[in-house]
């Protein structure tokens, strides 16, 4: 298995509401990956855990909160989202969090935010 | 700090034909560098990767990328383009080491490739 599932694939949402984005891996990797990415733009990094222990966060709002249960799952949570917050939410794993690591990417959730 | 940059921000080829998408880097260490491609709607997905061994590298279907230490670049190369080719394609670089480990990738802005008949 070399996949990474998200669920769910589409998600309408309003800005009082309460979801939580789904992240899975059964390759082993110990390091998973949340990023962002607006219509035609890269990917802007978000979280990193490494070994269940969140490791990077590059300033998100309060409003985006990551959980890690277990190695293979990665949850984002949200809450009271704006318009703005309207994105593609990728979630990646790397065998190990080396600089030299291939990251394999989930399809992604497209996220709306009314 | 790292950064890169891709020259093209559309390219468009004919089928059969070479692709060429530029990219050049800028970075404190050694870096890694990487191609990933990405289709509408979907995932990105790895190509190649550089990481200091040879300098000319092979990835999946049928693209590689030199890798100039001299003119900081990393551009990746088809010899014949496909139609399944057309997608975004990015140039990603990784040297920042992180305290508690995390592999921190900077993405160039992407180059939209069209195949057309």
């Known amino acids: 298995d070399t996949e990474v599932t998200q669920t769910p694939k589409h998600l309408v949402m309003g800005m009082t509401n309460k979801k939580s984005l789904k992240c899975e891996q059964h390759?082993?990797?110990?390091?998973m990956y949340w990023y962002k990415q607006k219509a035609k733009k890269p990917p802007e990094l978000m979280f990193v855990?490494?070994?269940?222990?969140?490791?990077i966060n590059e300033s998100v709002p309060s409003r985006f909160s990551p959980e890690c249960p277990n190695s293979s799952l990665l949850n984002l949570h949200l809450h009271a989202l704006q318009p703005e917050d309207s994105a593609l939410y990728l979630c990646a794993s790397s065998q190990q969090p080396g600089l030299n690591e291939k990251l394999f990417f989930g399809s992604g959730t497209q996220l709306s935010v009314l | 700090a790292q950064s890169v940059t891709q020259l093209d921000s559309h390219v468009s080829v004919s089928e059969g034909t070479p692709v060429l998408l530029r990219c050049n880097y800028s970075?404190?260490?050694?870096?890694?560098l990487f191609w990933y491609v990405q289709h509408p709607n979907k995932g990105l997905q790895l190509l190649l990767k550089y990481t200091s061994a040879a300098t000319l590298v092979k990835g999946i279907n049928g693209f590689e990328a030199e890798f100039k230490k001299s003119e900081t670049s990393f551009h990746l190369t088809k010899p014949s383009a496909h139609m399944s080719d057309a997608a975004e394609y990015f140039c990603v670089v990784s040297d920042q080491r992180v305290t508690g480990g995390g592999n921190k990738l900077t993405f160039g802005t992407g180059t939209q490739l069209k195949v057309e008949l």
């Open positions: 855990y490494s070994y269940e222990k969140l490791s």
């Open positions: 390759m082993g990797h110990r390091a």
């Open positions: 970075s404190s260490y050694s870096p890694s």
